[in-house]
C-alpha cells in the first residue's frame, strides 16, 4: 500500500515547482529563437514557446536534486525534446528531403570507411553522381529537417521510427559517441559547432568569426551535421550489435 503524501509536502513541490517554472521561461524564449532562426519561416517561434513551456512544467514536476545534472540542463533537454516533437507533428519536410539526406550519409559512411580519411564534399557529391551545388543544397534542407539538434542526431528521420531521442540523450553510450564523432571533425567544422551549440551564436555571427559568409556557414553547418549523423550510424549498428 502506498502512503498517503502529506498535503503540506505536496504544496511545497508544486511551490518548488512553479519557482523553477518562473525562473527559467527566458530559457524557453531563448531556445525558441536558437531554434526558430534555422527553421523554414512557416515555422512561427510563438509555436515553439508553447511547446517549449509545457516541456518546461514536465521538467519542474519530474527533476530531482542530486542526480548529477543541474535543473538547466535537465530542463534544457526537455524544453528542446518538447519543440522537436511538436515540429515533428506538423510534418512539414518532404520524404525526399529525408531520403535524400540519407543517401548523402551513406555516401559519407561509405567514402570514410573505404579511404580511412574524412569525406570531402567533392567526393560525396562525386559517389552521389550530383554536382557539388546539388550536394550543398541536400545538406542544408536536411539540417533544417533534422532540426539542427545535436539532442536529435543520434535518431532517425521520422518521428515514428527508430529510439527516443531522450533516452538516447541520457543514454551514456550515446553521448560518449557524440563527443567523439565532434572531436573527430574537420577543425573548421569542429570550431562551427562549438559556436553554434555552446556559444548559441547564429550564423552572421558565426561567418564573422570564420571570415565566410553566411551562406557559407551554412553549408559548413549542414555537413557537419550530416558527417556526424552518418558517423553515429556506425555507432547504433554495433549497439544493435552488442545488445543482439
Known amino acids: 500500500m502506498n502512503a ?3 498535503p503540506m509536502v505536496a504544496r511545497a513541490a508544486d511551490r518548488e515547482a512553479d519557482r523553477l517554472v518562473r525562473r527559467h521561461a527566458e530559457l524557453v524564449k531563448r531556445i525558441a529563437y536558437h531554434l526558430c532562426a534555422r527553421l523554414p519561416p512557416s515555422v512561427e517561434v510563438d509555436d515553439l514557446i508553447q511547446a517549449g513551456m509545457l516541456g518546461l512544467l514536465e521538467a519542474a514536476a519530474h527533476f530531482t536534486e542530486g542526480k548529477g545534472a543541474t535543473f538547466e540542463t535537465y530542463a534544457g533537454i526537455r524544453i528542446r525534446g518538447a519543440m522537436i516533437d511538436a515540429l515533428r507533428k506538423l510534418d512539414w519536410a518532404p520524404r525526399s528531403v529525408h531520403r535524400r539526406a540519407r543517401e548523402v550519409a551513406q555516401a559519407i559512411r561509405d567514402i570514410e570507411r573505404d579511404t580511412g580519411s574524412e569525406a570531402r564534399p567533392g567526393d560525396i557529391a562525386a559517389k552521389l553522381g550530383i554536382d557539388l551545388d546539388a550536394y550543398h ?12 539538434s545535436l539532442e536529435d542526431l543520434g535518431g532517425t ?6 529510439p527516443d531521442p531522450f533516452r538516447e540523450v541520457a543514454d551514456l553510450g550515446f553521448r560518449a559517441a557524440l563527443t567523439r564523432a565532434i572531436a573527430g571533425l574537420p577543425e573548421r567544422e569542429r570550431l562551427l559547432m562549438a559556436l553554434y551549440y ?4 547564429n550564423l552572421k555571427e558565426i561567418g564573422l568569426v570564420l571570415g565566410v559568409t553566411e551562406s557559407r556557414v551554412s553549408q559548413l553547418h549542414g555537413q557537419a551535421v550530416t558527417r556526424l549523423k552518418a558517423r553515429l550510424a556506425d ?4 549497439a544493435g550489435s552488442r545488445e543482439a
Open 198 to 201: 555552446q556559444e548559441e551564436m
Open 4 to 6: 498517503a503524501v502529506d
Open 157 to 162: 528521420d521520422s518521428a515514428d521510427e527508430g
Open 137 to 148: 543544397r541536400i545538406v542544408q534542407d536536411s539540417v533544417s529537417c533534422q532540426l539542427a
Open 235 to 238: 555507432w547504433r549498428d554495433s
